[in-house]
């Protein structure tokens, strides 16, 4: 079993950063592919972006690009999803996710956290 518990979101107006934070608990978190999806009120859940295991690989979803940078800390325990430029239509649930494999933009994870909502303003 694993663990997640997302952290760091928050109310926030266009145009504003935040960083989210995902901290992992339960086994040995190197081991796991990670992932970030959200999920707005009546939306289909979405993918954000995704790391695999040693950092150096990264996806990321077309409203992500160019915007958000995804990074985890092996030694922490946690992936982080940083949101620069925020527009109103990043309002959502942000979950993370774990998976025991390579990365993929489909929600084929093996583990879910609670999410944290981030609201942005216009």
């Known amino acids: 079993q694993v663990q997640l518990v997302e952290s760091g979101g928050g109310l926030v107006q266009a145009g504003d950063s935040l960083r989210l934070s995902c901290a992992a608990s339960?086994?040995?978190?190197?081991?796991?592919?990670m992932g970030w999806f959200r999920q707005a009120p009546g939306k289909e859940r979405e993918f954000v972006a995704a790391?695999?295991?040693?950092?150096?690989?990264?996806l990321y979803g077309d409203s992500a690009k160019g915007r958000f940078t995804i990074s985890r800390d092996n030694a922490k325990n946690t992936v982080y999803l940083q949101m620069n430029s925020l527009k109103p239509e990043d309002t959502a649930v942000y979950y993370c996710?774990?998976?025991?494999?390579?990365?993929?933009?489909?929600?084929?994870?093996?583990?879910w956290g609670q999410g944290t909502q981030v609201t942005v303003s216009s």
């Open positions: 996710a774990a998976r025991g494999s390579v990365i993929t933009p489909t929600p084929q994870y093996d583990y």
């Open positions: 339960g086994r040995t978190f190197s081991a796991y592919a």
């Open positions: 790391i695999n295991r040693s950092g150096g690989g990264s």
